[in-house]
């Protein structure tokens, strides 16, 4: 079975663009979450996804945005970006609607904004 | 709220030492507990995980008990390998749909 997806791997932008990051979940998964890794922050939670519907976001600004496919695919997008989001975005996808079980994560999108 | 406190790293041992990473947390509840392993320029692995009081998770030769007395899940290994070198993250996930994350130990075996 494949694992998670995600494109693509490297990216490198100027302040103020915008950015699109996808992700394919594992077959069967309908539950999609991100996440953001830094070196200063560690690991933060973005938002979670499950059958389209976002349930549950966290501590970021309104220029951080997602969405999920009915095939359970999804997108973060980024609107103008800062120097500050220069990070590896982690997808990763679970099997469990409620939330509890195991997410298996992708090998992540380095984002690099100049 | 719930948040998960770990040892600093890095940590640094010689091959064939005895590991113990702690791993303390804080939760309404009663989350579902993991150890994820970073290595270097990769995504993030499961290595174990608990669901519920007092059960132990398991793979290639770690092992972390989840004790609600103590409100811990300490990861433990026998014997490290150089290859075990990897950041290690313990994470708990209660009903709001997300993990929440200790700050991550760096573990360095040297031969």
């Known amino acids: 079975k494949a694992g998670v997806t995600q494109t693509p791997r490297y990216l490198i932008k100027t302040r103020g663009q915008q950015v699109t990051l996808s992700c394919s979940p594992i077959?069967?998964?309908?539950?999609v979450s991100w996440y953001q890794q830094t070196p200063g922050q560690g690991l933060q939670f973005l938002f979670e996804?499950?059958?389209?519907?976002?349930?549950n976001k966290g501590n970021f600004p309104g220029r951080f945005s997602g969405r999920q496919f009915s095939n359970s695919r999804s997108e973060m997008n980024v609107s103008t970006l800062e120097l500050g989001d220069s990070a590896l975005y982690l997808c990763?996808?679970?099997?469990?609607?409620?939330?509890?079980?195991?997410?298996?994560f992708g090998p992540g999108t380095r984002l690099l904004v100049l | 709220g719930n948040s998960v406190t770990q040892m600093e790293g890095p940590v640094t041992l010689s091959e064939e030492a005895f590991l113990t990473i702690n791993c303390t947390y804080t939760?309404?509840?009663?989350?579902?507990l993991f150890w994820y392993v970073q290595y270097p320029g990769e995504g993030l692995q499961l290595l174990l995980k608990?669901?519920?009081a007092d059960d132990k998770g398991s793979n290639k030769g770690f092992e972390a008990t989840y004790r609600k007395e103590t409100t811990s899940f300490h990861l433990e290994k026998g014997s490290v390998q150089v290859s075990d070198s990897a950041v290690y993250f313990c994470?708990?996930?209660?009903?709001?749909?997300?993990?929440?994350w200790g700050a991550g130990t760096k573990l360095i075996i040297k031969p």
């Open positions: 990763a996808s679970s099997l469990d609607p409620a939330g509890r079980e195991t997410q298996y």
């Open positions: 077959s069967g998964h309908r539950s």
């Open positions: 996804y499950f059958s389209e519907t976002q349930r």
């Open positions: 939760a309404t509840g009663y989350p579902s």
């Open positions: 608990a669901t519920k």
């Open positions: 994470a708990l996930s209660a009903s709001n749909y997300q993990l929440i």
